[in-house]
């Protein structure tokens, strides 16, 4: 685990913290924060992937490679990004690896396991680390990534349904838990996004893409912005009073009762 060299932030910039930064949702999220003026720690598994986002972005930001599941590597890098920046004000919880869908008996154990360490277990590992810190400060925003699979049954993803369940739980009861602290807690449930991850599916044949834009009222995929820009905002003062929410952004998928 290595952090970027960068330069010192101005006082005043918000520190974010967006794990699974590199690709798809994470990264449009950390651009989205930039843009408003934050200082952002862009944290992936793939060290390289994410020093080469903190140098697209440029300025004051950081990179860290780093396992969310492995409680070792989590500690580590809470210590440097405090002692880098000298505070978390937000942490998107992002970070996930695809799921295996297949019939329930023909699924891997291990892949299974693998699932909910990463997106469970992950998501503990660093909000308990940065909580650790925005409740010195009296302070901060933490924001989970769901997904629409949490909330339906979809045969075949049984491991990241049960592990995209699991964050909403989770959200609600660190929300009430620490909601008194000045630490609030918020969800959102994307529905289906227009990622590199799906394009590759598209192209092999796994996914069919007009069965999700069919299936949702808006016809058409998210644009992973547009998850950004909800986490933004339930990060931002402007949702100062909303904590232990679940906002769903999947273009009506949720409201239609559409298969």
Not at 121 to 148: D, H, K, W, Y
Request: hydrophobic content about 50%; overall charge neutral; charged content about 20%.
């Amino acid at each position: 685990m290595a952090a970027s060299p960068g330069i010192s932030a101005p006082a005043q910039a918000p520190v974010v913290l967006v794990t699974g930064a590199a690709d798809g949702i994470g990264w449009a999220t950390a651009r989205a924060f930039a843009a408003e003026g934050a200082r952002v720690v862009l944290v992936d598994l793939r060290a390289d992937a994410a020093e080469a986002r903190r140098a697209e972005l440029g300025g004051t930001h950081l990179a860290f490679g780093a396992d969310v599941s492995d409680q070792a590597d989590v500690a580590r890098m809470m210590t440097a990004v405090e002692a880098a920046c000298g505070r978390i004000d937000v942490l998107v919880n992002n970070a996930g690896i695809p799921e295996q869908s297949l019939p329930t008996l023909e699924q891997d154990l291990d892949r299974f396991d693998r699932i909910l360490d990463v997106h469970l277990r992950g998501l503990f590992l660093m909000s308990r680390e940065a909580a650790r810190i925005m409740l010195r400060q009296q302070s901060g925003a933490i924001v989970n990534v769901s997904s629409i699979v949490a909330i339906r049954g979809v045969p075949g993803r049984n491991g990241y349904g049960a592990a995209k369940a699991g964050v909403l739980a989770m959200t609600r009861a660190m929300a009430c838990e620490w909601a008194g602290s000045g630490l609030r807690v918020n969800a959102v449930i994307p529905g289906y996004v227009r990622t590199e991850l799906v394009r590759r599916l598209e192209e092999s044949g796994t996914l069919d893409s007009a069965r999700m834009t069919g299936s949702t009222p808006m016809g058409r995929l998210a644009r992973p912005e547009e998850i950004a820009d909800a986490i933004a905002y339930l990060a931002s003062p402007r949702a100062s009073f909303i904590t232990g929410a679940s906002l769903a952004v999947d273009g009506g998928w949720t409201a239609s009762g559409m298969a």
